[in-house]
C-alpha cells in the first residue's frame, strides 16, 4: 500500500476518503481489497489544485487534452470486475490518463503495464507515482489501440476510453483465460463490457452498466 505518512498527508484528507470508500460500499462495491486501495490514494494528488476541493466527490473531473480523471465509483467498479475471479499478474492499462486508476491497480496487482498517448499526461502521472513510491509500472507513449504486444499476453487488460469497437490487437494481447474490462461504444451510446478470452479465438461477452467516458483516438500526441 501507498506510504501516506511519507507524503504527509493530512487526517482531514483521510477522513474524507473513509467517507468516500463508505458511499461505494453503500453503492455495491464489495471487494474490500479495492476499498482500502481507494482509502490508501490521495486521489487530490492527480488533479489540478484548483480542483482539489473536489477531489473525493463521486465525479469525473478535467486533466487537461480535453480528458477526464474518471469517478471513484467506476474506478473501484472496474477494477473491481478485473479481479473478481482471482488475482492478476500483468495487467496492461490504455489510458494512464492522471494515473489515479494505474495507482489502484498497482496496490493489486503485481505488475501495470500503462500506455498514453498523450505525453504530457504520461509525464505528469509518472511523476505522481513516483511519489507515491509504486514501482511496479511500466509506462509507454503509444497508440492505445495498439496495446503493448511485445510484453503480453497480459492476465487483464483494462481500457479507461471508450473505442466504438473493441480493437483487435487488444484482444490478441490477452491470455487464454484472461478477462478485459472496457467501455464500448460512440458518443451517443456506451456500456461496459467484460470479455473473457477461453480459446485461441474464443471470447465470451458480458454486457454490464451504461457508462460515459472520453472516445478511445489514434495516433499519439507530444
Known amino acids: 500500500m501507498i506510504d501516506i505518512q511519507f507524503q504527509g498527508i493530512g487526517m482531514t484528507s ?32 492527480f488533479i489540478d ?27 473501484a467498479r472496474m477494477t473491481e470486475l478485473l479481479l473478481e475471479e482471482g488475482p492478476r499478474e500483468k495487467v496492461l492499462e490504455i489510458g494512464t490518463g492522471s494515473g489515479y486508476q494505474t495507482a489502484i491497480l498497482a496496490q493489486l496487482v503485481d505488475q501495470v503495464f ?32 495498439m496495446g503493448w504486444a511485445d510484453k503480453g499476453p497480459f492476465d487483464a487488460i483494462i481500457v479507461t476510453a471508450a473505442p466504438e469497437q473493441v480493437p483487435e490487437e487488444l484482444l490478441s494481447q490477452l491470455a487464454i483465460g484472461g478477462v478485459m474490462v472496457t467501455p464500448v461504444g460512440d458518443s451517443e451510446q456506451q456500456v461496459l463490457q467484460r470479455i473473457r478470452r477461453s ?17 478511445l483516438l489514434p495516433g499519439t500526441v507530444r
Open 14 to 45: 483521510r477522513r474524507t476518503r473513509d467517507r468516500l470508500v463508505s458511499r461505494l460500499r453503500d453503492q455495491g462495491i464489495g471487494n474490500e481489497k479495492v476499498l482500502a486501495a481507494l482509502r490508501e490514494t490521495p486521489r487530490h494528488i
Open 49 to 75: 489544485e484548483a480542483l482539489s476541493h473536489r477531489a473525493y466527490e463521486d465525479s469525473s473531473l478535467p486533466i487537461g487534452f480535453n480528458q477526464t480523471i474518471s469517478q471513484p465509483y467506476i474506478v
Open 114 to 145: 500503462t500506455v498514453e498517448r498523450i505525453r504530457g499526461l504520461q509525464e505528469k502521472a509518472r511523476k505522481r507515482l513516483r511519489q507515491l513510491r509504486l514501482h511496479n509500472i511500466l509506462f509507454r507513449h503509444t497508440d492505445g489501440g
Open 199 to 215: 480459446g485461441e479465438a474464443e471470447y465470451q461477452v458480458e454486457t454490464l452498466d451504461p457508462v460515459r467516458f472520453v472516445p
